[in-house]
């Protein structure tokens, strides 16, 4: 069974600091990876893709690394901001199929 | 260029009730996809589809059915409605093998 984690399922930070958010996944044989943002009661905004051939993704203060033979994901968020609050999912992609399997997602709250 | 809608955006049914849900995707995307989100199961595939016809389907009872229209326009219904089939219902979009998903911002079912 693919499972997807996503550890801690909350965290809360002061404005400006880097953080680092983990996706875990069941299963080396991972087509994709990607980052969702979800704010509350909204839909899901993409944020970064990696496919299974590459390592990382950079999207402005957003990096995401892809570490198959771990099982790992990270999200690295630089000089956090509190437009940045929000639940982050991961989700793991599959070949022959667009079906993504989720994690449960980390509740970010940056304050002020 | 236009993002995913989903109508009606807001649905109360009464248990034993039926509905249907729409989802039209990105101009230019064929395969559309459809996720049920609770806040105790998360996000879960229902069913995937691609030039109308059905590629992949998630573990959901026989209630649970969808179609995708010539135009790439998909719906899904829900037949005699359960207190748990509330839900935030999502669709998303993409590309057949580009594996980005887009999605929309969700249909929010209340059944009482």
């Known amino acids: 069974k693919q499972e997807v984690t996503q550890i801690p399922a909350a965290l809360s930070v002061p404005e400006g600091e880097n953080l680092v958010l983990n996706c875990s996944f069941t299963?080396?044989?991972?087509?994709?990876l990607q980052w969702f943002r979800q704010d509350p009661g909204k839909g899901l905004t993409s944020l970064l893709l990696?496919?299974?051939?590459?390592r990382e993704q950079t999207s402005g203060r957003l990096n995401a690394s892809l570490d198959k033979s771990s099982g790992r994901s990270t999200l690295y968020i630089a000089a956090s901001q509190p437009g940045d609050s929000a639940t982050y999912l991961c989700?793991?992609?599959?070949?022959?199929?667009?079906?993504?399997?989720f994690g449960k997602g980390t509740k970010l709250t940056v304050n002020p | 260029k236009a993002g995913v809608t989903q109508t009606p955006r807001y649905l109360i049914k009464t248990r034993g009730q039926q509905v249907t849900l729409s989802c039209s995707p990105i101009?230019?995307?064929?395969?559309v996809s459809w996720y049920q989100q609770t806040p105790g199961q998360g996000l879960q595939f229902l069913f995937e589809?691609?030039?109308?016809?059905?590629?992949n389907k998630g573990n959901f009872p026989g209630r649970f059915s969808g179609r995708q229209f010539s135009n790439s326009r998909s719906e899904m219904n829900v037949s005699t409605l359960e207190l748990g089939d509330s839900a935030l219902y999502l669709c998303?979009?993409?590309?057949?093998?580009?594996?980005?998903?887009?999605f929309g911002p969700g249909t929010r079912l209340t059944v009482t």
């Open positions: 299963d080396s044989a991972i087509y994709n």
């Open positions: 989700a793991r992609g599959q070949g022959g199929s667009e079906k993504l399997v």
């Open positions: 589809y691609f030039s109308e016809t059905q590629r």
């Open positions: 998303a979009s993409s590309h057949l093998w580009s594996y980005e998903q887009y």
């Open positions: 990696i496919q299974s051939s590459q």
């Open positions: 101009s230019g995307h064929r395969s």
